[in-house]
């Protein structure tokens, strides 16, 4: 079975400095990673993704996130936070299934709240 | 393009009712995937609809139920509410999970159930 571990619950940073939202995974195969965002009372939205490729993933808002294989991490990166990054993040990670299926394993969240 | 939208979005019900929830994917989408977010938690997957067929299924009980319409609609039923069903219930559209395709999930806003 595949897990996701988020140990922070919430990280704080000063606006402009940069931020480190940490995940690691448990999965069988190779994984297929993903970073969501969620704001108050809203759904989910998709910032980035790792599939396969280069390590360092580039996405939404400036946004970008690490993969280790030997660390097994993912840990989701900006180089200067804005107070509008402020925001609950999911790390979630993809169960391969022979025949289809992309059922997303989430992990608990972390909320980063950014001061100015 | 109009992105996944889901009603109602926040309901009231007692212990014992059923309720349904709906879900219009994306466009172009072919898979509604159904999750519970329970406050504080990431989103945990309930089932997914492709061809109007449950493909995969979490670890939910059978009051949990759903169906697809040819339109690639969705709907949620939960039947025999408990208080532990009050949650954020989150649909998510994408495309089949085929080779090559990455799948990542888009969200609706969610359904507010609120189990009185």
């Known amino acids: 079975a595949q897990s996701v571990a988020q140990p922070e619950d919430q990280v704080n940073v000063a606006e402009g400095n940069p931020l480190t939202v940490k995940c690691t995974y448990s999965?069988?195969?190779?994984?297929?990673l993903f970073w969501y965002v969620q704001y108050p009372n809203r759904g989910l939205q998709f910032l980035l993704k790792?599939?396969?490729?280069?390590?360092l993933v580039k996405g939404s808002y400036g946004f970008e996130a690490e993969f280790n294989k030997s660390q097994t991490s993912f840990h989701l990166k900006k180089p200067s936070a804005l107070v509008s990054d402020s925001a609950l993040y999911f790390c979630a990670v993809r169960d391969i299934l022979t025949g289809g299926g992309n059922k997303l394993t989430f992990g608990t969240g972390t909320q980063l709240k950014v001061e100015l | 393009d109009a992105g996944v939208t889901q009603s109602p979005t926040h309901l009231i019900k007692t212990r014992g009712q059923q309720v349904t929830l709906r879900c219009s994917p994306k466009s172009g989408h072919d898979t509604v995937s159904w999750y519970q977010q329970a406050l504080g938690q990431g989103p945990q997957f309930i089932f997914q609809?492709?061809?109007?067929?449950?493909?995969q299924r979490g670890n939910f009980p059978d009051r949990f139920s759903g169906h697809q319409f040819p339109n690639y609609s969705s709907e949620l039923n939960v039947n025999a509410l408990l208080l532990g069903d009050s949650a954020l219930y989150l649909c998510?559209?994408?495309?089949?999970?085929?080779?090559?395709?990455?799948?990542?999930?888009?969200f609706g806003e969610g359904s507010r159930l609120t189990v009185l």
């Open positions: 790792y599939i396969t490729g280069d390590n």
């Open positions: 609809y492709y061809e109007e067929e449950e493909r």
């Open positions: 998510a559209s994408s495309l089949e999970w085929l080779a090559g395709r990455t799948g990542e999930l888009f």
């Open positions: 999965v069988s195969g190779n994984p297929y």
